[in-house]
């Protein structure tokens, strides 16, 4: 059984900084993609932030410059360091491990920037 655990989400002003941490478990396949999705209500969810197994990354255009996803494959984590974040990057952020074998989700943990 497969659990992504995040952490490090919270209130934050304008221009400030925040790092989201994914910690997974269980029976990973070696090959796979990690990411940063957010979803605010009435929305769709969208990716963030991606990265594969071998440290290529891709990143939602509104992000670029400001966020950085990184990975660390022996401790199994991934993630986010938020910086210059904006009113408009309120929403909560979910961590995605997708595989041949499954994808998986965390439960999501809530980034709110506001003054």
């Known amino acids: 059984q497969v659990q992504l655990v995040e952490s490090g989400g919270g209130l934050v002003q304008p221009g400030g900084s925040l790092r989201l941490s994914c910690a997974a478990s269980?029976?990973?396949?070696?090959?796979?993609?990690m990411g940063w999705y957010r979803q605010v209500p009435g929305k769709s969810r969208e990716s963030v932030a991606l990265?594969?197994?071998?440290?290529?990354?891709t990143y939602e255009d509104s992000v670029k410059g400001r966020f950085t996803i990184s990975r660390d494959n022996a401790k199994r984590t991934v993630c986010l360091q938020m910086n210059s974040l904006k009113p408009e990057d309120t929403a909560v952020y979910y961590c995605?491990?997708?595989?041949?074998?499954?994808?998986?989700w965390g439960q999501g943990t809530q980034v709110t920037v506001s003054s």
């Open positions: 995605r491990l997708l595989t041949l074998r499954g994808d998986y």
């Open positions: 269980g029976s990973i396949f070696s090959s796979n993609t």
């Open positions: 990265i594969t197994s071998g440290g290529i990354t």
